[in-house]
């Protein structure tokens, strides 16, 4: 069973989050599949990860890019694994998913939107009846804090 953990961002968007999140994961030797609810959402990701500043490199590539299976991390609005990636990122995404294969699931969602955290409920209340560890993330003026 896969460990999900549900990231509630209140004062930033995905794009600010998720370099951060990424960096650690690469920090960790791990490699990441980042799916999109949508193609124009991969492209807004891949230009926006090549001018983050923090990490200072993100090595990256998205659906149609070079040789994916040696990409550390993988954008796609698919279902597509090509770089054997054990962390899966979630952004934008309303439907449940299989997620039983990936070690981590992020699933980011934006808790300015009522219907993303909807979504992110029934989500969360899918999973659990799967029996996946779950986790829940909400973003503070600082950092993150764990609701138990």
């Known amino acids: 069973m896969a460990e999900v953990g549900f990231y509630h961002l209140t004062r930033t968007g ?5 370099p951060v999140l990424l960096g650690k994961t690469l920090d960790a030797g791990k490699r990441a599949v980042v799916r999109c609810g949508d193609p124009q959402q991969v492209a807004t990701l ?3 990860l090549w001018k983050v500043p923090e990490p ?3 090595p990256h590539a998205a659906t149609g890019g070079k040789y994916p299976e040696r990409q550390p991390i993988w954008i796609t609005a698919g279902d597509d694994v090509p770089n054997g990636a054990h ?3 979630l952004l934008g995404i309303s439907k449940i998913l299989e997620v039983a294969t990936f070690e981590r699931v992020f699933d980011l969602f934006d808790g300015r939107d009522e219907a993303a955290v909807a979504e992110a409920r029934l ?3 899918a999973l659990r009846e799967a029996g996946h560890a779950l986790a829940y993330w909400r973003q503070d003026v600082k950092g ?3 609701a138990r």
């Open 144 to 146: 993150w804090s764990r």
């Open 123 to 125: 989500r969360w209340s």
């Open 87 to 89: 962390f899966l990122f």
């Open 46 to 48: 891949d230009e926006a």
């Open 56 to 58: 200072v490199w993100l």
């Open 14 to 18: 995905a794009l600010e989050a998720l």
